[in-house]
């Protein structure tokens, strides 16, 4: 079945450093993919919807400067946590839906979870 | 603004018991209504989709149902095992390719 790897697995890095999250559909082509965030105990909250090719867009109160979003292929994208400071902790979950296919479920990676000191 | 929510937040079933989870949004306006399984530190594992225009969709032990007209949806789980305890989240995906997750029920069966 279809597969999605998210890596790494998990983070933990001082405060100030830049954080690269990969997503990546490995047999399936992936026009979108989602990126979530999640806090402890709270469901996922769309962050930002990735776009093969153009700019990401950003759901409301998510900082575009701040998530870094590139997808510059049909089977990876990135996000870059700029900066983090410990409120940026959390897990970070993405999402892929293979090209054209609206009424399949979404793939979901197993998440990052990231700690910020 | 579409909005999910889930009850019970928590739900604890011994062995062997069948059990609803239940599902209210407020955007009738839906494209696809999926039910997840995440279990802890771990991404998602989609169990059941049903479409817009389908009632009820069935996998082995899970059935999950679908009314648009009152908002609703419950996944069925029968004959309830260990091996079922996670937590079991809701989403409804809208016509822009968007999804709404609902906080999840955590459940736990007691062998």
């Known amino acids: 079945g279809a597969v999605v790897s998210q890596h790494p697995s998990r983070v933990i890095c001082k405060s100030g450093t830049s954080v690269k999250i990969e997503c990546r559909s490995l047999?399936?082509?992936?026009?979108?993919m989602f990126w979530y965030r999640q806090f402890p105990k709270q469901s996922l909250m769309l962050m930002a919807t990735?776009?093969?090719?153009?700019?990401?867009?950003?759901e409301q109160g998510v900082e575009k400067d701040k998530f870094l979003i590139n997808h510059a292929s049909l089977t990876l994208s990135t996000l870059t946590v700029t900066s983090a400071h410990p409120e940026d902790s959390s897990f970070y979950i993405c999402?892929?839906?293979?090209?054209?296919?609206?009424?399949?479920?979404?793939?979901f990676g197993d998440g990052t979870r990231l700690s910020i000191l | 603004k579409q909005e999910v929510t889930q009850i019970p937040a928590a739900l604890s079933v011994p062995e062997g018991e069948n059990l609803v989870l239940n599902c209210s949004f407020t955007?009738?306006?839906?494209?696809?209504l999926q039910w997840f399984r995440q279990d802890p530190g771990k991404g998602l594992t989609s169990l059941l989709l049903?479409?817009?225009?389908?009632r009820e969709q069935t996998s082995g032990r899970l059935n999950a149902s679908l009314d648009k007209s009152s908002g609703r949806s419950t996944l069925y789980i029968a004959a309830s095992q260990p091996g079922d305890s996670a937590t079991y989240l809701c989403?409804?995906?809208?016509?822009?390719?968007?999804?709404?997750f609902g906080d999840g029920t955590t459940l736990t069966v007691k062998p």
């Open positions: 989403a409804i995906d809208d016509n822009a390719g968007k999804s709404t």
């Open positions: 990735s776009n093969e090719g153009s700019k990401a867009t950003y």
């Open positions: 999402s892929a839906q293979r090209t054209g296919r609206r009424n399949q479920p979404q793939h």
């Open positions: 049903i479409q817009s225009s389908q």
């Open positions: 955007d009738s306006a839906i494209y696809n």
């Open positions: 047999d399936f082509q992936a026009t979108t």
